[in-house]
């Protein structure tokens, strides 16, 4: 009697210490999701700093190029809405309509050899490129812990642990398609 009760007492610890130990990893990826999160938001806040500063200096020069500049920053004010309201589907496809935008302004930018030439507008479009190329690959790494993430919560046991204690799934980044299409450089120099 003795052994079986001392079985059962070691069994119900062992079973309660991997408990722990998928909660706790549970706890850590969702966290993880949360600060590659942060990583992509501060990169975001950024850029969405410099792109006013962009746009004025290009107005400078580019008096014929409204619709181009303002399509910039209506993509930048659809991002920072998607954003507060805290909506990464939305934020996925705002970010694809202002790479669009700011492709097309650099592209047309080719066309005002002053503006070109103009030294804030080469350090703001190095900045800005440089940021877009952080942000690909911190949404690389957001994208790798939301999976991580979603993979484990259907998982079993972790399952079981997951819908008790309500760990939710966590959506994908995923940009617009057009940013996956090829570039009709035909319709940039128009």
């Not at 408990?19 to 706890?27: A, D, F, P, R, W």
């Not at 993880?32 to 792109?51: G, T, Y």
């Not at 046991?157 to 939710?168: E, G, T, V, Y």
Request: glycine share 6%; net charge negative.
């Amino acid at each position: 009697m003795e052994i079986a009760f001392f079985v059962l007492i070691g069994a119900a610890v062992v079973i309660l210490i991997y408990g722990v130990m998928i909660y706790n990893n549970l706890v850590r990826l969702k966290h993880d999701v949360n600060k590659a999160w942060a990583n992509i938001d501060v990169l975001l806040k950024q850029r969405h700093d410099e792109l006013p500063k962009l746009v004025e200096t290009c107005k400078q020069y580019m008096k014929f190029e409204q619709e181009t500049l303002e399509k910039v920053m209506n993509a930048r004010a659809a991002v920072n809405r998607a954003m507060q309201q805290g909506d990464v589907g939305a934020v996925g496809a705002a970010e694809g309509q202002l790479r669009l935008g700011l492709g097309n302004l650099f592209a047309v930018a080719e066309n005002y050899p002053e503006l070109k030439a103009n030294e804030t507008f080469l350090h703001l479009q190095s900045r800005i490129t440089g940021l877009e190329n952080s942000i690909a690959d911190r949404r690389e790494f957001y994208n790798e812990s939301v999976n991580n993430n979603n993979v484990r919560i259907e998982q079993f046991p972790d399952i079981i642990l997951a819908r008790q204690f309500s760990f939710k799934a966590a959506e994908l980044l995923e940009f617009d398609e057009s940013e996956k299409s090829d570039v009709d450089m035909g319709t940039l120099f128009s």
